[in-house]
Nanobody, 127 residues
Framework: QVQLAESGGGLVQAGGSLRLSCVASGRTFSYYAMGWFRQAPGKEREFVAAISKSNSRTNYADSVKGRFTISRDNLKITLYLQMNTLKPDDTAVYYC????????????????????WGQGTQVTVSS
């Protein structure tokens, strides 16, 4: 089992940047493919970005492609989401998630695929 803790959220003006972090504890971080999801008030949780165990393959939602970058540091047992050119529509609670997998190169873009979730961090983008 792995525990996940997000940080780095906050209030930012449109066009600004934030970097979210997700620190893992428990089982070895490198066992897991990782992802970021978000949920805005009154909306369903949606996929943002995903990364394989090997750190070599990534995938993004169309709405964030070119603005957000997912990365991981297996030595620091931390997942990151660099968010640039933020828009008011990016306002949501952001969650990191972990998927236990044997594959080094697979990423997962559906919430149902993931085994473990953090508590979330609020990102608010003002216009």
């Amino acid at each position: 089992q792995v525990q996940l803790a997000e940080s780095g959220g906050g209030l930012v003006q449109a066009g600004g940047s934030l970097r979210l972090s997700c620190v893992a504890s428990g089982r070895t971080f490198s066992y897991y493919a990782m992802g970021w999801f978000r949920q805005a008030p009154g909306k369903e949780r949606e996929f943002v970005a995903a990364i394989s165990k090997s750190n070599s393959r990534t995938n993004y939602a169309d709405s964030v492609k070119g603005r957000f970058t997912i990365s991981r540091d297996n030595l620091k047992i931390t997942l990151y989401l660099q968010m640039n050119t933020l828009k008011p529509d990016d306002t949501a609670v952001y969650y990191c998630a972990a998927k236990s997998t044997a594959s080094m190169y697979t990423y997962y873009a559906t919430a149902d695929s993931y085994d473990y979730w953090g508590q979330g961090t609020q990102v608010t983008v003002s216009s």
